[in-house]
C-alpha cells in the first residue's frame, strides 16, 4: 500500500490528524490539507490516487472543489460531510464523489470504505486525450489541436502545455513548471520564459498581449481555461488564413 497516496481534506485539525494516523498505519502515503488553497496544491504536487474530502471547508465550497477535482484526471473523491440528508448525498456524488460517508462515522467503516474505493484503482487506465473546448491535447501521439488547427510544436512546448492546461488554470511558479514538465533537472528557472515565449507564438493572437497564458507577477504562469470555456479565441494560423483571403477577394474587387 505504500505506492498508494492520499489526500486528506478536512476543515477540523483533531480528525484531520486521527484519520492520516490510521490510514499511516496501514502504510498509505498520506498527505494532509486545511484549506481549498493548500488541497489545490497538495493535489497538483503530489497527484494523489485517493482524495477524502470536506464538504464544509473554512475557505470555500467542497462541493465546488470536488467538481474540479473530478474535471481534473479524476481521482477516486470520498466525500466527507456533517449533512445527513438524502438531498446532500446526491448532490455530493453528482460533484463527482465515488463515495460519500456521513458525520459522525467509524473509523473501521471509514477504513473499509478507503480500501474499497483504493480496489478500484487497482488497474488504472491514463487518459489518451484532454478536451478542453477549443483546445485538445492527444497525449498518445503527442498533438495539439487548437480552435480545429493542428499546432506545430516542440515536446519540449508539448508538454509544457499539457502541465500548464492540466493545473485547471491554477497559476504555477517557474520551479513547480520544471519540475513538472522537463525530464530533466534544471537549476535555470528562466528557461521556462523562453519556452513561454515560443509557445505564446504559436497559440497566441498576439504574443505581446498574451490571453492564453497569463504571467501571474511574483507567482510565475498560469493557462485561462475561462476564456476558453467562455469566449475561445481565434487560432494564429486560423486568423492568418482568413486575412490572406480577405486580401484576395479585396485585390480581385479592385482588379475588376
Request: one cysteine or more; aromatic letters at 8%; a neutral charge.
Amino acid at each position: 500500500m505504500g505506492s498508494v497516496c492520499i489526500e486528506i481534506i478536512e476543515g477540523n485539525p483533531h480528525l484531520r490528524s486521527l484519520l492520516g494516523w490510521h490510514l499511516q498505519q496501514l502504510e498509505y502515503r498520506v498527505h494532509q490539507a486545511a484549506s481549498i488553497y493548500q488541497a489545490r496544491e497538495v493535489f497538483l504536487s503530489q497527484q494523489p490516487t485517493l482524495v477524502i474530502l470536506d464538504a464544509d471547508l473554512p475557505d470555500g465550497d467542497g462541493i465546488e472543489f470536488c467538481r474540479w477535482l473530478h474535471r481534473q484526471q479524476q481521482p477516486l473523491i470520498l466525500m466527507l460531510s456533517a449533512r445527513t440528508n438524502e438531498a446532500d448525498i446526491v448532490v455530493g456524488l453528482r460533484a463527482g464523489a465515488d463515495d460519500y460517508l456521513s458525520k459522525p462515522f467509524g473509523m473501521q467503516e471509514f477504513l473499509a470504505r478507503v480500501e474499497a474505493l483504493i480496489r478500484r484503482n487497482r488497474t488504472p487506465v491514463a487518459p489518451a486525450y484532454l478536451d478542453y473546448g477549443a483546445l485538445q491535447i492527444d497525449l498518445v501521439q503527442r498533438r495539439v489541436r487548437f480552435q480545429g488547427e493542428f499546432i506545430d510544436l516542440t515536446p519540449q512546448e508539448f508538454s509544457l502545455l499539457y502541465v500548464l492546461a492540466q493545473a485547471g488554470g491554477v497559476p504555477l511558479s517557474r520551479s513547480e513548471l520544471l519540475r513538472r514538465a522537463w525530464p530533466d533537472a534544471i537549476d535555470n528557472p528562466r528557461t521556462i520564459d523562453t519556452h513561454v515565449l515560443s509557445l505564446r507564438k504559436k497559440v497566441e493572437l498576439d504574443p505581446r498581449q498574451p490571453s492564453l497564458i497569463q504571467t501571474i507577477r511574483n507567482v510565475g504562469y498560469r493557462f485561462n481555461m475561462e476564456i476558453l470555456n467562455s469566449n475561445p479565441p481565434q487560432s494564429p494560423t486560423k486568423l492568418a488564413k482568413e486575412r490572406f483571403s480577405n486580401q484576395r477577394s479585396t485585390l480581385s474587387t479592385q482588379r475588376v
